[in-house]
């Protein structure tokens, strides 16, 4: 296939690009760390404005109406600067929402969220790595509506969500932090971002808030993976972009590091993991997409690399930079944190050899 991007997609990389590269500076990244509150509210704002949240929504809720190659370009600018906005969470929640929701559900729930005046995010994981795919939240016929009750773990920026996307044993679910039965227990993910663990103790749903098409959760899930993978592959090229300036400006033996063959080996195998994870996840997007046989067993294949290369990739830049390379007062700890996340988000490489394999 062409990986070309067209020319309205190189116009959207190169708006996200300079949106993100002038607010998610390293400066404002301290500034947040230092603070109380994770997410920069004023980067979202403006993504927001520029219509970039919207960018795979549909335009009847005041999106762009583009679909998931466009969605993943702004991830990949996202993870490039490791910008600390629930992007992925918005996406993976929204996405299914605007796909198999009703008109009025989209309404209600998307036009907010396009205007970047709620935060949504997705409860898809569960606890001691049980599959994704087969949930054990029940959701239990109640008169007019559903009782929810079980529990999942690492909800993206779950401590900040105005509501909550739920996969139970037989749809999708929207709850509120402040419902009845509802608990949200602050946890913080390896990068840092406040996550939750979101435990459901009999909450009432009524049927304007659930999505029942028997595709609506496997797509969910698909969607996640494909949208961990467009990130990722933004955080391993600006990792590589930085460690390749960094050998070439840092002597040893009056020599730049990177004259050293071993130091050359172990960039240009850093490279090569890049493209592979490049290629399998643009690919995977593009199947996505276009709605292409095997899909799924693509996006597995891409999860793998992001999950195997990507530590690969994490490590040698690490080691490439010696002592400075956990310095917090250098950008490229952050890269490791969230290459470390990326890799379990969704399943690591077991459980995604055995999606290939099955």
Known sequence: MDFTF????????GLARKILQERATTERLKELEAGTERVDRDLWAE??????????????????????????????????????????????????????????????????????????????????????LQPSTTATRDGDGWLLTGNKIAVPW??????????????????????????????????????????LDSVRVEDDNAIFHPSAMRFAYLHGVAATCATAVGVFEKAIEITATYITERHQFDRPIATFQGATLKIADAYIDLQAITVATWSALWQFAENKP?????????KFWVADGGQR???ACQHLHGGIGVDRDYPLHRYFLWAKELEVMFGGTTSQLLRVAV
């Open 6 to 13: 067209t020319e309205v997609q190189e116009d959207l990389r």
């Open 47 to 132: 993504l927001a404005t520029t219509n970039l949240l919207g960018i795979a929504l549909p335009e009847d809720v005041g999106g762009s109406g583009y679909g998931l190659m466009e969605l993943g370009i702004v991830l990949n600018e996202v993870g490039r600067q490791v910008a600390p906005v629930p992007m992925v969470a918005m996406a993976i929640a929204a996405v299914p929402i605007a796909t198999f929701g009703s008109p009025e559900q989209r309404s209600r729930l998307l036009a907010p969220v396009v205007a970047g005046e709620r935060f949504i995010t997705a409860a898809l994981e569960e606890p001691a790595g049980a599959n994704p």
């Open 158 to 199: 779950g401590q900040l969500a105005d509501d909550i996307v739920v996969s139970a044993d037989n749809g999708l679910f929207v709850v509120t932090p402040d419902q009845p039965g509802v608990t949200v227990e602050p946890a913080t993910g390896t990068t840092t971002e406040p996550q939750a663990r979101l435990l």
């Open 294 to 302: 095997g899909y799924p067993e693509a996006l597995a294949t891409a």
């Open 313 to 315: 990739v994490a490590y």
